[in-house]
């Protein structure tokens, strides 16, 4: 049993059930996340790369995954939220690795940041999602949690059915870092990418506060059909 599955079922979650959820085992842009035959950065991150540096995740977003998510964001089933972190607690081994022939390797993970909600969606929903995986996170690898770090400052439409060039106009000037990142290496926390766009305009103001490196860090990745997303 992969360990990512392992911690689930340790976590509270069945055999049957952590086994039918859809794990993300093949080869991936090492940026995006999207599938990339022999796990090369894709043409797309080559032409227009991200400002975020890497991305983690162990699974994809679809069923049932996806209808967790749901009664976890939507209907404050906080608990399925430290259930689902805990796959992501698995990633702190490849987060730890460093090439060592490589001289340009950058240092480990300083920091966590959760994915900022406006304060109007915040009063609607009741609690930051991100903030509860990020939270679980933080406890499990006794990594500083940045909770004032930083603010989304613009209440975006919803984005459904929207492509990456118009999320991206959508967000700019979206977030303000208020805390000095310099030298650090942040990781950002989230539910689903699904663009990117949403972590690309956090990684852009991560890095203009002086942020070495941006790492991405969701739950899942959506592969197809990103107006289905979450």
Request: positive net charge.
């Amino acid at each position: 049993m992969p360990a990512a599955q392992r911690a689930m079922v340790q976590a509270g979650l069945c055999d049957t059930c952590a086994a039918h959820l859809p794990w993300y085992d093949s080869a991936r842009c090492p940026q995006c996340a999207l599938p990339s035959p022999l796990g090369e950065v894709c043409g797309q991150c080559l032409r227009h790369p991200f400002a975020f540096d890497q991305t983690y995740t162990q699974l994809r977003y679809a069923y049932p995954l996806d209808r967790l998510l749901q009664q976890f964001k939507y209907h404050q089933h906080l608990a399925w939220g430290a259930l689902l972190a805990s796959s992501m607690t698995t990633l702190k081994s490849a987060l730890e690795y460093r090439n060592p022939t490589d001289s340009h390797s950058s240092p480990l993970p300083c920091a966590l940041l959760a994915m900022p909600m406006h304060t109007h969606r915040l009063q609607q929903r009741g609690f930051n999602h991100a903030l509860v995986l990020a939270q679980t996170l933080a406890n499990a690898w006794q990594t500083p949690l940045l909770t004032r770090a930083c603010r989304r400052v613009l209440d975006t439409p919803s984005q459904a059915g929207l492509d990456m060039k118009p999320r991206t106009r959508n967000l700019r000037r979206a977030f303000v870092v208020d805390q000095p990142l310099t030298g650090l290496h942040v990781l950002l926390v989230d539910d689903v990418m699904t663009t990117g766009a949403s972590m690309h305009a956090l990684a852009l103001s991560c890095k203009q506060a002086g942020a070495v490196r941006v790492t991405a860090l969701v739950l899942a990745r959506t592969l197809k059909d990103p107006a289905s997303s979450a």
